[in-house]
C-alpha cells in the first residue's frame, strides 16, 4: 500500500509509520522539514507541505491506498488566547489542505483516517460514551468537532473516511506515561486531583494496530473510540503503575495547584471520559491490552521499542 501520514514524526506517526515500512508498505510523510531526515522513520519518504495547503505535495494523493491525518499544534502548553487558536487553526488548516489535494486527485485515495480525540465528549465523568454519544462544548470539544468537520466534505467525493478518537496512549517514549514514570520511580507518583477521573487509555500497539484495522476493513467509515475496552480511573490508573514499577502510589497532586500552574489546559489532567470503542469492538478488532496493568508490564519490561 501507499500511506501518506501527516504528523508522521510525532509518537503515534512514528510508531504507525515504522509498523507499515516493517511490512513493506510505502510510506510518504508530509513535512515542513523534509532536509531533516532525522526526525523521521528510516525508509520514510519525506514530502514538504505548508500544512495548509496541496501546494508541493498534491501529487503523491493520486492513487493513494490511504491517508491518515494526525497532524495538529501539541496540546501540552499553556492555553493562552492565542495558542488556543493556534491549537484549532493548525487542525482545521491541515484538513482543508488535505481535502484541497483529494480534490484535485484523478484517482482518489481509498480511504482518508481522520485524527480526533476523546475529548469530543466534553467532560463527562461517569456515563459510558460509545461513537453515537453527543459532544460537549468546552474548548477540546469544540476543537474536535471543528478538526472532525475540516475533511468531512471528501465524503460527498467519494473518499471513504474514518475518523478517530483516541484516548490516552500509553507510550514509554512520550505521552503522559513517559511524564509519569520519573515521578513513580522516584516515589512521588499518585492520584492527581480527586482521582475519581476517567481516563480512556490505549497501549501505543493497539493505537498503530487499530488505525491499520481501520484502515484495511472497507466497511470501517464514521467515528471510531480508540481506547481500551476497560477505562480505569486515575486512582486506579495510579495504583496499576505503582504495581507494576513496585513502588507506592501514595502522593496526591490537588487540583487547585495543577490549575494555578498549567492554566485551562489542566482540564486535560483533571477531568475525563469513560470512552468505550464500541465500532472497534463491533467490527472484531482483536484488542492485544484490554486491562492497564498488563499494559504497563509490557511497555515497562517487553522490550517494546515504543
Request: net charge neutral; proline share 7%.
Amino acid at each position: 500500500m501507499k500511506i501518506i501520514i501527516t504528523g508522521g514524526t510525532g509518537l503515534i506517526g512514528r510508531a504507525l509509520t515504522d509498523s507499515l515500512l516493517h511490512d513493506g508498505h510505502e510510506v510518504i510523510i508530509l513535512t515542513r522539514s523534509p532536509k531533516q531526515r532525522d526526525t523521521a522513520p528510516t525508509g520514510a519518504t519525506l514530502a514538504k507541505w505548508d500544512a495548509r495547503t496541496a501546494e508541493g505535495w498534491a501529487e503523491h494523493a493520486e492513487g493513494a491506498d490511504a491517508i491518515v491525518n494526525l497532524a495538529g499544534a501539541p496540546l501540552d502548553k499553556r492555553w493562552t488566547d492565542d495558542y488556543k487558536q493556534t491549537i484549532q487553526q493548525s487542525r482545521v488548516n491541515a484538513g482543508k489542505a488535505i481535502l484541497e489535494a483529494i480534490e484535485a486527485a484523478q484517482q482518489k485515495p481509498r480511504v482518508l483516517i481522520q485524527s480526533s480525540a476523546v475529548g469530543y465528549y466534553g467532560t463527562e465523568q461517569t456515563s459510558p460514551l460509545p461513537e453515537s454519544a453527543p459532544p460537549g462544548d468546552d474548548f477540546l470539544a469544540k476543537v474536535c468537532q471543528a478538526w472532525e468537520a475540516s475533511t468531512e466534505p471528501v465524503e460527498d467525493l467519494g473518499v471513504r473516511r474514518v475518523v478517530i478518537r483516541s484516548g490516552i496512549v500509553l507510550s514509554r517514549r512520550g505521552g503522559a506515561l513517559a511524564r509519569l514514570l520519573p515521578l513513580f520511580r522516584l516515589f512521588a507518583g499518585g492520584p492527581v486531583g480527586s482521582g475519581n477521573q476517567v481516563m480512556p487509555w490505549i497501549h501505543l500497539a493497539d493505537e498503530v494496530d487499530a488505525i491499520r484495522f481501520v484502515i484495511e476493513q472497507e466497511q470501517a467509515s464514521g467515528a471510531f473510540n480508540l481506547t481500551a475496552p476497560n477505562p480505569v480511573t486515575n486512582a486506579e490508573f495510579s495504583r496499576a503503575l505503582g504495581r507494576a514499577l513496585n513502588r507506592p502510589a501514595l502522593a496526591r497532586a490537588p487540583g487547585p495547584a495543577l490549575k494555578l500552574a498549567f492554566g485551562e489546559m489542566s482540564t486535560i489532567i483533571l477531568d475525563g471520559q469513560r470512552a468505550i470503542p464500541e465500532h472497534l469492538q463491533a467490527l472484531g478488532y482483536p484488542f492485544r491490552f484490554r486491562e492497564i496493568e498488563p499494559a504497563f508490564r509490557h511497555l515497562l519490561y517487553s522490550g517494546y521499542s515504543h
